[in-house]
């Protein structure tokens, strides 16, 4: 079963976001491995909340990650 984790920061992505990551992801696998994939591949959309994960021993904050954006 093709498995795909999208973690987010939380309250960044709309649900028509979301929806269209599960989508395209899909097709992605669906044209490496064909239509057998379709109907197993699961995708997870994450939301991390504000201050939930770091880089390089930094902790990073949706202010920071949008001032860098």
Request: overall charge negative; hydrophobic content about 40%; proline content about 6%.
């Amino acid at each position: 079963m093709p498995f795909a984790n999208f973690k987010v920061p939380a309250g960044t992505l709309t649900a028509e976001h979301k929806e269209t990551i599960v989508h395209r992801t899909t097709e992605l696998y669906v044209e490496i491995y064909g239509e057998r994939a379709r109907p197993t591949t699961m995708v997870l959309v994450e939301e991390v909340p504000d201050g939930g994960w770091g880089i390089g021993d930094h902790v990073l904050t949706l202010a920071e990650l949008q001032n860098n954006g």
